[in-house]
C-alpha cells in the first residue's frame, strides 16, 4: 500500500519530501525527524522507481 502511493505522488508533495531532506527541516521550521527522514527517503524511492519504469 505505501509503495503504490508513493509511486504516485504529486510533484507538490515530491517537491516538499525533496526539499526537507535537503535542508533537514521542514517550511514551518520543524526539524525532520530520523522517522520522518526514514518515511521521505523510501517515498522518494518508490516514486522515483516508478518514474523510471514508466520511461522505459
Request: aromatic share 14%.
Amino acid at each position: 500500500m505505501f509503495e503504490q502511493i508513493a509511486a504516485s505522488l504529486p510533484p507538490e508533495i515530491y517537491q516538499e519530501f525533496r526539499r526537507a531532506l535537503d535542508c533537514g527541516k521542514w517550511r514551518n521550521g520543524n526539524a525532520v525527524t530520523d522517522k520522518q527522514r526514514l518515511t521521505c527517503q523510501r517515498a522518494l524511492f518508490f516514486h522515483e522507481l516508478n518514474c523510471t519504469n514508466y520511461y522505459h
